[in-house]
């Protein structure tokens, strides 16, 4: 093959990757926040609506979300005891993906394998789907959390096996799913009212450590539930409900359902580096951000200019091949 002919089919390999990158509804780092009545808007990471979802369900409230691997987006409808499946271009795929099983389902998660396990307050289990929605493959009974005495909001460690969640109370609980047993409690006494959606942190300086939305503030916990910081969040009204990693590793997102005001917050700092308002007032019960960040679950889709380096990488590579056959020859 001829030099230009590896240069030709490098940069459409190039164009081609960059595209995946770049298509669909949901761009990298875009904000999707739950607003209830059975839609979601999504925003830009500077607070620009881009568009509103909307599942068709006539759910009063819509709470929990979660990518899977193939950016697929998965919408609890706290209402109605569903969870609605929309495509990565924001199509609407099925308003009742799960509709079996659930009460008051709240958080959704997935892990590596691409099985789904949804919590909510109103009951002390954890339910277990596979892949293909519908009703529940498993269902643990776990300690109800102070509170509620339900799951409320959880999220699944790296070790695939070890959930944390809590009750809309002040502790978050542990369970191991492999053995169907309680562990010790993560961490209790916690300073808010309320202790809602929490993210562990998959890696980097805090890995281990856990973000989490505690109704007056944000805190930091270590990996053994130490408070190690407060986030003070400028307008929050006592509801921080709402909370997920950005995909740039150094940030959080949080939202406070009473005036419906989002913050992007850097994890070190503390500094507000963004901040815009839901629109939904009240109602603001869910956040998840494009290119999503998790410990438990799979990867989120990488950076727009990882595929460039990528395909850079090949060009490189092509003319590299080039020159040892003019060597060779």
Do not use: C, H
């Not at 990158?21 to 904000?31: E, K, R, Y």
């Not at 949804?118 to 269902?139: E, F, H, K, L």
């Not at 150094?250 to 359902?257: I, L, M, Q």
């Not at 590299?320 to 056959?325: C, G, H, L, P, S």
């Amino acid at each position: 093959m001829t030099l230009r002919g590896y240069v030709f089919k490098s940069i459409l390999l190039m164009v081609f990757l960059a595209g995946m990158a770049s298509a669909g509804t949901f761009a990298q780092g875009d904000v999707l926040v739950a607003i209830g009545n059975s839609q979601v808007n999504v925003f830009t990471p500077t607070g620009t609506l881009v568009t509103t979802l909307n599942d068709t369900s006539g759910s009063t409230f819509t709470t929990g979300m979660v990518f899977d691997a193939s950016g697929n987006l998965y919408v609890t409808n706290f209402s109605l005891g569903t969870v609605s499946q929309f495509d990565p271009n924001g199509n609407l795929l099925n308003s009742s993906f799960m509709a079996g099983g659930l009460s008051s389902p709240e958080s959704i998660l997935v892990n590596m394998a691409g099985n789904f396990y949804v919590t909510g307050p109103s009951a002390a289990q954890v339910n277990g789907y596979s892949a293909a929605g519908g009703s529940p493959t498993n269902t643990y009974n776990v300690q109800g959390g102070n509170g509620t005495g339900g799951t409320d909001w959880s999220d699944l460690a790296a070790d695939q096996k070890t959930l944390l969640y809590d009750g809309e109370g002040t502790e978050i609980l542990s369970y191991n799913l492999a053995t169907q047993t309680q562990n010790a409690a993560f961490a209790t006494g916690l300073p808010g009212s309320s202790v809602f959606e929490f993210r562990i942190i998959p890696g980097g300086a805090f890995s281990g450590d856990v973000l989490a939305a505690d109704s007056s503030a944000a805190i930091l916990l270590s990996s053994t539930g130490t408070v190690l910081q407060t986030y003070t969040l400028p307008g929050n009204q006592g509801g921080d409900f709402a909370l997920n990693l950005d995909p740039n590793g150094t940030d959080f997102w949080t939202a406070d359902y009473n005036s419906g005001n989002v913050w992007e917050v850097n994890i070190s700092t503390g500094a507000i580096d963004a901040q815009f308002n839901s629109g939904a007032p009240g109602t603001t019960f869910g956040l998840v951000v494009a290119g999503q960040i998790t410990a438990g679950g799979p990867p989120g889709t990488p950076e727009p200019a990882t595929f460039g380096l990528f395909a850079s990488g090949i060009v490189g590579l092509a003319l590299w091949a080039r020159r040892k056959r003019r060597t060779k020859a």
